[in-house]
């Protein structure tokens, strides 16, 4: 990391507060004014000259970081794709020597936060694979580069890169030792630092909140994380179920509240057979590929994990991880591995084409929400299709022989 920050041959002087000479052979005066005008900001945010001088003294922007942030990919990667690869055996098997290693830490932790273990240690995995890559970024760098450079969200650059400054200064880890992912998430766990600010945790009580090199306080960090945003103690993210034939597929649109007790009213039943040990527990039913996957009925664990990563195949991998680590099984059901999930322009394509055939989804934004799903339903029934409001390649050839 330290060979991707190069030396400046110019120097920085104190004149009238902060003033940032260079020499005029330097690749990128942009950034070199960037420097030099965001120093208002550091400093009124208390950050001092040392602090600002000693971390910026010969950085460039972060090229990886200019390349990644205007890259578009139209690539989506089937949520069973992205399953196997995220609750991979080999995972799941060092997950659990993991678990057996850190049995007294992570008991200590449970205890402390209320968190379950399985679970701290299952985003562990899915961050960085237990540490193995946090990220090969210096995340001062990166998130300079970013408020430089970014085309969008300025405020929430700025913000992360002042605060990150401020872990720096006081002391919680080395400038060169910050290393993060190309966009500034940080360490063991992967945060940013605004979360690092709002719920680090200092496990081992050296005044330090350090995620990167002491593993104790990135799974204590994490515990208080997820307590912090409403983890329910002892009590599971979700399970995976069945569903009857003539179920009523309207009822899965991701929004419906119901208790256990009430959702097995509708002949829903858990795919291990077992009953559901609380029922008076409230569920939302989840289709992740529609009715050509498997289906689960999510508590509020698993929107918790939502908040650690706000995509549903994120939170169902660490939620099946976690249950992985303490012996449970694979995934009962399969998935249909036709019903490709569909790119940006491709959504939009649907959209045209629902519209044009008179069901009505609004704007064709390549957004999936509310209104497309309706649309994408009264279609299906319309056709005599099962009308689970899945957007999918599949749907989208149906469309085109019709349009």
């Known amino acids: 990391m330290k060979s991707r920050i190069k030396r400046w041959t110019g120097r920085l002087v104190l004149a009238c507060g902060l003033a940032l000479i260079f020499s005029p052979a330097q690749a990128d005066p942009g950034f070199d004014r960037f420097v030099r005008d965001f120093w208002p900001k550091a400093?009124?945010?208390?950050?001092?000259?040392?602090?600002?001088?000693?971390?910026?003294?010969?950085?460039?922007?972060?090229?990886?970081t200019l390349?990644?942030?205007?890259?578009?990919?139209?690539?989506?990667?089937?949520?069973?794709?992205?399953?196997?690869?995220?609750?991979?055996?080999?995972?799941?098997?060092?997950?659990?020597?993991?678990?057996?290693?850190?049995?007294?830490?992570?008991?200590?932790?449970?205890?402390?936060?209320?968190?379950?273990?399985?679970?701290?240690?299952?985003?562990?995995g899915m961050e960085t694979n237990y540490g193995g890559y946090m990220g090969r970024?210096?995340?001062?760098?990166?998130?300079?580069?970013?408020?430089?450079?970014?085309?969008?969200?300025?405020?929430?650059?700025?913000k992360e890169l002042v605060t990150a400054l401020g872990i720096v200064q006081a002391g919680h880890v080395r400038f060169q030792d910050m290393e993060g992912s190309w966009a500034g998430a940080m360490?063991?766990?992967?945060?940013?630092?605004?979360?690092?600010?709002?719920?680090?945790?200092?496990?081992?009580?050296?005044?330090?909140?350090?995620?990167?090199?002491?593993?104790?306080?990135?799974?204590?960090?994490?515990?208080?994380?997820?307590?912090?945003?409403g983890w329910q103690t002892g009590k599971t993210w979700g399970y995976e179920v069945k569903l009857p034939a003539s179920f009523n597929y309207n009822l899965a649109d991701g929004d419906k509240t119901l208790t256990l007790g009430?959702?097995?009213?509708?002949?829903?039943?858990?795919?291990?057979?077992?009953?559901?040990?609380?029922?008076?527990?409230?569920?939302?039913?989840?289709?992740?590929?529609?009715?050509?996957?498997?289906?689960?009925?999510?508590?509020?664990?698993?929107?918790?994990?939502?908040?650690?990563?706000?995509?549903?195949?994120?939170a169902l991998a660490v939620g099946h991880l976690s249950d992985r680590l303490i012996g449970g099984g694979p995934l009962a059901g399969d998935w249909s591995r036709d019903y490709l999930p569909?790119?940006?322009?491709?959504?939009?394509?649907?959209?045209?084409?629902?519209?044009?055939?008179g069901f009505s989804v609004g704007a064709a934004d390549g957004r999936i929400g509310p209104a497309t799903r309706r649309g994408i339903r009264a279609y299906q029934s319309s056709r005599g299709l099962v009308p689970d409001g899945y957007p999918s390649v599949v749907l989208l050839t149906h469309l085109k022989k019709r349009g």
Do not use: C
Request: no cysteine; hydrophobic share 35%.
């Open 67 to 124: 390349r990644l942030m205007s890259k578009q990919s139209e690539f989506v990667k089937p949520i069973w794709e992205y399953m196997d690869s995220a609750v991979s055996e080999d995972r799941v098997e060092k997950g659990r020597k993991l678990l057996q290693e850190y049995s007294t830490v992570l008991r200590q932790i449970e205890a402390r936060y209320g968190v379950d273990r399985e679970a701290v240690l299952a985003i562990w």
């Open 342 to 357: 569909l790119s940006r322009s491709e959504r939009v394509e649907l959209q045209n084409y629902l519209n044009r055939l």
């Open 137 to 158: 970024h210096n995340v001062i760098q990166a998130l300079a580069t970013l408020a430089y450079a970014a085309p969008r969200r300025k405020k929430f650059w700025n």
């Open 262 to 314: 009430e959702w097995s009213k509708y002949g829903i039943r858990r795919s291990n057979g077992k009953g559901f040990p609380r029922p008076a527990d409230k569920a939302i039913l989840v289709l992740p590929a529609g009715a050509s996957g498997p289906a689960f009925l999510m508590l509020r664990n698993f929107y918790v994990i939502k908040r650690y990563n706000n995509a549903t195949a994120y």
């Open 43 to 64: 400093k009124a945010a208390g950050i001092t000259s040392q602090t600002y001088n000693s971390v910026f003294t010969g950085m460039e922007p972060d090229d990886d």
């Open 187 to 229: 360490g063991h766990t992967q945060f940013m630092p605004s979360s690092w600010k709002a719920y680090a945790a200092d496990y081992n009580g050296d005044s330090r909140r350090d995620i990167w090199t002491s593993i104790p306080d990135a799974l204590a960090s994490t515990a208080n994380y997820l307590k912090k945003h």
